[in-house]
């Protein structure tokens, strides 16, 4: 029997690690997740959409504000909640059950491979305004 969360997950992905990440990954949102599945990539982590419960424990912890509920993402952003869920799927990861048991990957799906260089090191978010801009 299907339930009604099941269905729920099946149209969307859950949390989602938005470009403020992006040349930081200090990875402080990896030690608060309970299940494990914030997987590192070359430029940033990626959220894996079919392992996250939803829990919300690795938000308030990222120090750029980079993870989102997917349906609270920046519009700016959206084309981000494709980009954490393909990135399995094009490193062929799938859902292995838990970061600790895999390496740090060096790929990143193609969005962030391209995306302009993050001013690391700056101690702030350039995208700290984006917290205000409206959903769709
Ligand atoms: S805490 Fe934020 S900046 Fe650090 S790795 Fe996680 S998402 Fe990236
Ligand atoms: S919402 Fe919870 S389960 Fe999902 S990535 Fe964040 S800490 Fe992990």
Do not use: Q
């Not at 997740?33 to 894996?48: E, K, T």
């Amino acid at each position: 029997m299907v339930s009604p969360r099941d269905i729920s997950r099946r149209r969307c992905v859950t949390y989602v690690i938005g470009p403020p990440c992006i040349d930081v990954k200090d990875a402080s949102c990896v030690a608060e997740c309970p299940v494990d599945c914030i997987y590192i990539g070359g430029r940033m982590l990626y959220i894996n959409p079919e392992e996250c419960i939803d829990c919300g424990a690795c938000e308030p912890v990222c120090p750029v504000e980079a993870i989102y509920p997917a349906e609270y993402l920046p519009v700016a952003f959206k084309a981000f909640s494709g980009a954490n869920a393909e990135f399995f799927e094009r490193t062929g990861l799938g859902s292995p059950g838990g970061a600790s048991g895999v390496e740090a990957l060096e790929e990143d799906h193609p969005l962030i491979a391209d995306w302009p260089r993050n001013n690391v090191g700056s101690g702030t978010n350039p995208y700290a305004s984006s917290r205000n801009i409206s959903e769709d």
